[in-house]
């Protein structure tokens, strides 16, 4: 079971002071918040691909790095990265390849019931699934969007430059997008 092989590492990892390796404090180093996308490729690629460290940046992570509701967690995390931990400027980075391009929604709604969400609640939600559980088309229009909702918002600060940047899951390439300066 994962969760047994996680907590006995864990036992060994704290016992051997392991942690000591990536102490840091809650401020960035950089002073950026990067939003990105959640894909497993990126875990390690990404980090390494901007020469980040522990402590650099705020790290926040959704399906697909999309951010179309300017009131969700995500444009909440980032403005908190602002206002209260020092960070003075916004990274949008999306992945070419991603499984939120082009998304299935249908396909999604029917791996939902085949894991035993009955229609009734699907059809009784607070929000459509049509609507909300939607990808995108294009990737760089993608990242432009969440872009243009967090340079947008009432509560971040015009000083505070956004980019926007597509990287290669298999290389780290880094395609600019919108340059926030």
Same mark, same amino acid.
């Given at each position: 079971?994962?969760?047994?092989?996680?907590?006995?590492? $864990?036992?060994?990892?704290?016992?051997?002071?392991?942690? /000591?390796?990536?102490?840091?404090? #809650?401020?960035? !180093?950089?002073?950026?918040?990067?939003?990105?996308?959640?894909?497993?490729?990126?875990?390690?690629?990404?980090p390494n691909a901007l020469n980040l460290k522990n402590g650099d940046v705020k790290m926040v992570k959704n399906a697909g790095a999309i951010l179309?509701?300017?009131?969700? &967690?995500?444009?909440?995390?980032?403005?908190?990265?602002?206002?209260?931990? /020092?960070?003075?400027?916004?990274?949008? @980075?999306?992945?070419?390849?991603?499984?939120? !391009?082009?998304?299935?929604?249908?396909?999604?709604?029917?791996?939902?019931? =085949?894991?035993? @969400?009955?229609? $009734?609640?699907?059809?009784?939600? =607070?929000? =459509?699934?049509?609507?909300?559980?939607?990808?995108?088309?294009?990737?760089?229009?993608?990242?432009? /969007? &969440?872009?243009?909702?967090?340079?947008?918002?009432?509560?971040?600060?015009?000083? @505070?430059?956004?980019?926007?940047?597509? @990287?290669?899951?298999?290389?780290?390439?880094?395609?600019?997008?919108? #340059?926030?300066?």
């Amino acid at each position: 079971m994962l969760l047994d092989e996680i907590l006995s590492f $864990n036992e060994k990892f704290v016992e051997e002071k392991n942690y /000591q390796a990536f102490e840091t404090d #809650k401020f960035p !180093n950089k002073r950026a918040v990067v939003f990105t996308c959640m894909d497993t490729r990126l875990v390690e690629l990404l980090p390494n691909a901007l020469n980040l460290k522990n402590g650099d940046v705020k790290m926040v992570k959704n399906a697909g790095a999309i951010l179309t509701d300017p009131y969700d &967690s995500i444009m909440k995390s980032i403005l908190v990265a602002v206002h209260a931990l /020092q960070a003075d400027e916004v990274f949008v @980075i999306a992945h070419h390849g991603c499984g939120m !391009n082009k998304f299935d929604t249908e396909g999604f709604l029917e791996a939902v019931k =085949d894991h035993g @969400i009955d229609e $009734n609640t699907v059809n009784n939600m =607070d929000h =459509d699934p049509k609507e909300w559980l939607v990808g995108f088309n294009d990737v760089t229009k993608s990242v432009e /969007q &969440s872009v243009r909702v967090i340079e947008n918002h009432p509560l971040l600060p015009e000083s @505070i430059p956004v980019h926007g940047l597509v @990287i290669d899951p298999s290389t780290g390439k880094l395609d600019l997008v919108t #340059k926030g300066y």
